[in-house]
Each structure stands twice: as C-alpha cells, then as structure tokens.
C-alpha cells in the first residue's frame, strides 16, 4: 500500500510541475500573441490557381527539370536557408519561383542559377524579399 501511495504522489507532482511549466510558457496576461497573417500572400496568389505546388504538373521531365533545378539552388552555399527553400514549379521548362528571400541579390541570384539549367526556357520569378 505504502509503495501504490508513492506512485500516486510521484504521478501527481510530476502532473503540478508539467502544469506550472505549461503556464510559464504562455503570452503574460494582456499580452496578446500577434497572429500571422498572410493576407497579402494568400490574395496575391487566388488570381493564379494554376500555380500552386498541388497543381504542380507530373510530366517526368518537369519532374526531372524540377529537380534539377531545386540541385542547383542548393548546391550554391552562398544562399540563405530561405533561398534554399523557395518554392520551385515547372511546367513545359517554364520554371516559376516562389517564396521569401533575404535579398534582392538572393532573387537575382535564384533566378539566375535557375536559368542557368538545361531545359530551363524561361523564369517567372516571383520570389519575395523578407523584411523581418
């Protein structure tokens, strides 16, 4: 009996700390955590339904293109983890870019090491540049 009441109390300390600990991890009180809004982003993209990686094309050379295009870009150590991630569509070597960058040296770069590719016909860079 004496070792079944240990473990109760060892279960409810360990259940006290985890609530304390969660309490200690919130916004304090009348502090709001600010919510993301991609307002911007998400009207920008409504007017070009054609042009969302669920609607990326799966050709096996836009496949391949894709990839090769994706090899390049982080192949070059210079770019930022941002530039790494930009979102890559292809369709018929038409390659699009999506996404934020650092710079305007980093989309300059990314569509340049994007056309660089062959099969690449043309770059539709629209990569953002990161404020914050």
């Known amino acids: 009996m004496k070792q079944m009441s240990k473990k109760v109390l060892a279960v409810a300390l360990v259940a006290a700390l985890g609530s304390s600990w969660a309490l200690a991890q919130t916004a304090p009180q009348g502090q709001a ?70 710079s305007d040296e980093e989309k300059s770069k990314v569509e340049s090491l994007a056309k660089s590719v062959t099969g690449v016909t043309s770059v539709d860079n629209k990569v953002d540049i990161k404020t914050n």
């Open 33 to 102: 955590t600010p919510a993301a809004d991609n307002t911007k982003m998400n009207n920008r993209d409504k007017g070009d339904p054609a042009q969302t990686p669920q609607t990326q094309s799966n050709a096996k050379a836009d496949r391949e293109l894709l990839a090769s295009v994706r090899r390049t870009i982080v192949k070059d150590k210079s770019l930022s983890t941002s530039a790494h991630n930009v979102k890559i569509l292809v369709e018929g070597g038409v390659v699009t870019l999506r996404g934020p960058v650092k």
